[in-house]
């Protein structure tokens, strides 16, 4: 890894600290990485890396359990940024087939389709046949509600789901929340969970040990990013606070396409790449719409920098390496 | 051609204009201009309506046309009109039938606003 990335992460943990917040830790990365994350829960901590890296040591160590998060498909998308969404889908579900150490599950964060269509799930459907791992769990993002209030979406993905699709469950001592921020948006706003759902997630919490490793996920990002581009829902703040009194808690989402971290008290925040096209990092361009970049990177910008989350004494600390030209 | 015959020509052209300029100050034709000229176009460019504020008066046309690669919708905030998804160069219109001010969102991305005034 080059001295200068890692000079850049210290001090920016550095700057962090000087913030005057309490926290354990702060990593912030942009980086373009794998189309998805491999999460192993190893007592209670999630460690993520991006799944096309070798596991070779580290293979099989330690972990309970893992899972892959996948988001931001956006089957139906044909425009320069990326002609061949579905290929590009394909192939992150290829690369998660590949792993030598397999996920229990699959989590896709929201944006299957790009028009809510359904010749748009069923293609998703199809090529989600391929994976290894039967089980995904999805929640739906704005692209997938686009008509009649998610009827389309909720018929396919949300069975046994509560209101717009929320729902959760245990798996191997961890209990999994996924959460709706994209319906009901009001004017001027940016992603919102709404009433019924806060009071469902107060209560579907209360009780539980705060031992139990929680992980909240959900498309639109549960902490704010960037106002201006609608990156934040508004009341996360409620919903987070539900969770403080918990150990190790993990919100996953996607959304922005890239790969952006915050751990903030026992609270670790990650967004996870698209497997469709990139866009712009914050108010570096004129609107957070898709990112052409030549044809020839776009299976870089979506697949090759490997993000890793290492344990190191009281901070988290994060690694990232390149893994080809 | 010598030079008379072109004064002849240029006094001839001159009459049509002046026919022309005559015919579009006469009422009906007056009304058409009008119209034309009352009906606007809101383009959504990145992530924002332009012009942000439109001001028509009573009876215009506004049509909003999607020049992003992303898929918006215009959805009036006290529920007078939606447009239902548009994809990329996909328009909606409506028409604004009584004065007031009409603000309006997109529902897909709701930091997108804008306003219609009718006067």
Known sequence: MPNKKQDLIDQKLQDLNNDGVDRRGFLKCMAWAGTGLVWTLSGGIPVSRAFAKNYGKDAGKGGDFSFVQISDSHIGFNKPANPDVTATLETAINKINAMPHKPDFIIHTGDLSQLSKPSEFDTLDQASKGASAKQIYFVPGEHDMLTDNGEQYLQRYGKGTKGTGWYSFDHKGAHFVGLVNVANLKAGGMGSLGHGQLEWLEDDLKGRPASTPIVLFAHIPLWTIYPDWGWGTDDSEQALSYVKRFGSVTVLNGHIHQIMQKVEGKVSFHTAMSTAFPQPAPGTAPSAGPMKVPADQLQRVLGITDVNYVVSGRSLAIVDSPLGA | ?119
């Open chain 2, 1 to 119: 051609m010598t030079g008379k015959n072109v004064w002849v020509a240029s006094f001839a052209a001159a009459v049509v204009i002046a026919i022309v300029l005559q015919l579009a100050g006469s009422p009906s034709v007056a009304a058409n201009d009008q119209s034309s000229a009352a009906n606007a176009e809101v383009k959504i460019d990145n992530f924002s309506f332009g012009p942000q504020t439109v001001t028509v008066p009573v009876g215009a046309t506004v049509t909003w046309t999607n020049r992003d690669d992303i898929p918006h919708t215009v959805v009036s905030t006290d529920g007078l009109f939606n447009s239902k998804v548009r994809d990329t160069d996909e328009k909606f219109s409506y028409t604004f039938a009584k004065a007031g001010t009409y603000p309006y969102y997109c529902s897909v991305h709701p930091k997108m606003t804008g306003k219609v005034v009718v006067q």
